[in-house]
């Protein structure tokens, strides 16, 4: 079975830092781009982060540029998401995603999501 | 940014009925947009993708349609499994981003 199992998330004081992993099963991650997306509690999803295959290409939303940092470890079938200089506008469910394209980093929709982890920022 | 304007917010049908959703793009897109469902307490699936391609083992009550800045869902024949939150994406540009969310709910 395809599947994304997200982990890290948790409760955090405002200015502190979280990393977030995302593991793949029944598939290899190495062959894909992934993305981060977020869902603040009550509103819609935002984008957040891509990365590329091989790790040499990354995209951030404006909201999180500076602050976060995506990266991935094929070796491990891993994706992670290090987090910085927290605020309250950073509390939502983070999911993984993956683009529904392999190997090439071309326009894709995500095909496949992750059941989301959980990140509190408050004092 | 390309801002994605989605109409209505909330959509009242009764099942069995025929919804559409409207997702307007800001700038033109192509045919580079999808369509995401999602349910209470669940990760968003992926229905439609390069405006009108269903997505793996989508029904074919889901349809897509449009291209540049005006996109449409179609949910034909509402099931009670249909009643959620739909939302567009257009991953033409960076950063990808998405609607607002349309909430077709049980009239």
């Known amino acids: 079975e395809l599947q994304l199992v997200e982990s890290g998330g948790g409760l955090v004081q405002p200015g502190g830092s979280l990393r977030l992993s995302c593991a793949a099963s029944g598939f290899s991650l190495s062959n894909y781009n992934f993305n981060w997306v977020r869902q603040a509690p009550g509103k819609g999803l935002e984008w957040i982060s891509l990365?590329?295959?091989?790790?040499?290409?990354?995209y951030y939303a404006d909201s999180v540029n500076g602050r976060f940092t995506i990266s991935r470890d094929n070796g491990k079938n891993s994706l992670y998401l290090q987090m910085n200089s927290l605020t309250a506008e950073d509390t939502a469910v983070y999911y993984c995603a993956r683009d529904n394209i392999r190997y090439l980093l071309l326009p894709a929709a995500l095909d496949l999501w992750g059941q989301g982890t959980t990140v509190t920022v408050s004092s | 940014e390309i801002v994605m304007t989605q109409s209505p917010a909330t959509l009242s049908v009764s099942p069995g009925e025929r919804a559409i959703v409207s997702c307007r793009a800001s700038?033109?897109?192509?045919?580079?947009l999808a369509w995401y469902q999602q349910k209470p307490g669940q990760a968003p699936r992926l229905l439609i993708h390069g405006a009108s391609t269903r997505a793996t083992d989508i029904p074919v009550t889901f349809s897509g349609s449009g291209s540049g800045t005006e996109f449409t869902l179609t949910i034909s024949s509402l099931q009670s499994e249909d009643f959620a939150v739909y939302y567009c994406?257009?991953?033409?540009?960076?950063?990808?981003?998405f609607g607002q969310g349309t909430t077709v709910e049980i009239k």
């Open positions: 994406q257009q991953y033409n540009t960076w950063p990808r981003t």
């Open positions: 700038q033109n897109v192509r045919n580079n």
């Open positions: 990365i590329s295959t091989t790790g040499s290409t990354t």
